[in-house]
């Protein structure tokens, strides 16, 4: 079956120097260089047409967390207080070069409200409508939306994928710890940007 990218949370807000969550995660992009990977990953992807799924956020409107009769969690206090993926801003715009390209397949899911790109959104039933059983997670954030992603995944069945330097971390310990400990816990694999290039490469030969 063919596999496809997920890619988790391409937002400004993630990816820019002026983004909202930006200064949070610079230390680790720094020392991932994350951005360049994400570049090459979806590159390399769309070399041998594998589609690419884009699994955003919701993108929060005034009024959003009114009413809200539950404690609100860590990232949705985070969310509000930093007014982080605001619609219509520039946070929420998908990072230059990063974009979706149609002409591939590629795909932009419903919106998802905390973690999981799968809970509550339509990327589980866009996987199965294309039969779709391979797929390899790329974006933000390492511990929490992309490991959130792949934990759902793996209990939906799927064979997973996850690129270690194509992610980012609040800090450079949780993504380390993510990637190194925790990943390999639920992950079919877990391979850097260039090792999965290089798969691509061989299937080519």
């Not at 974009?99 to 899911?109: F, H, K, L, Q, R």
């Amino acid at each position: 079956m063919p596999p496809t990218n997920i890619a988790v949370d391409l937002y400004n807000d993630c990816c820019h120097p002026e983004g909202e969550l930006y200064p949070l995660l610079k230390t680790s992009i720094d020392q991932s260089n994350t951005v360049e990977h994400l570049h090459t990953v979806l590159t390399a992807a769309r070399s041998v047409s594998i589609p690419v799924i884009y699994a955003n956020h919701h993108q929060v409107v005034e009024g959003d967390f009114l009413g809200w009769k539950r404690e609100m969690n860590v990232s949705h206090q985070r969310i509000a207080k930093n007014k982080v993926f605001e619609e219509g801003s520039f946070g929420v715009k998908i990072y230059k070069g990063l974009e979706p390209v149609t002409s591939n397949g590629d795909i932009c899911a419903s919106r998802h409200w905390n973690s999981s790109a799968f809970h509550n959104t339509d990327v589980d039933y866009i996987l199965r409508q294309r039969g779709i059983e391979n797929v390899i997670l790329v974006g933000f954030v390492a511990n929490t939306c992309l490991e959130a992603t792949a934990r759902y995944a793996y209990e939906l069945g799927y064979n997973i994928t996850m690129i270690s330097d194509a992610t980012a971390g609040f800090s450079t310990e949780q993504k380390d710890a993510a990637t190194n400990l925790i990943w390999p816990l639920f992950a079919n694999r877990v391979l850097t940007t260039d090792e999965w290039v290089a798969t691509l490469k061989s299937k080519k030969e």
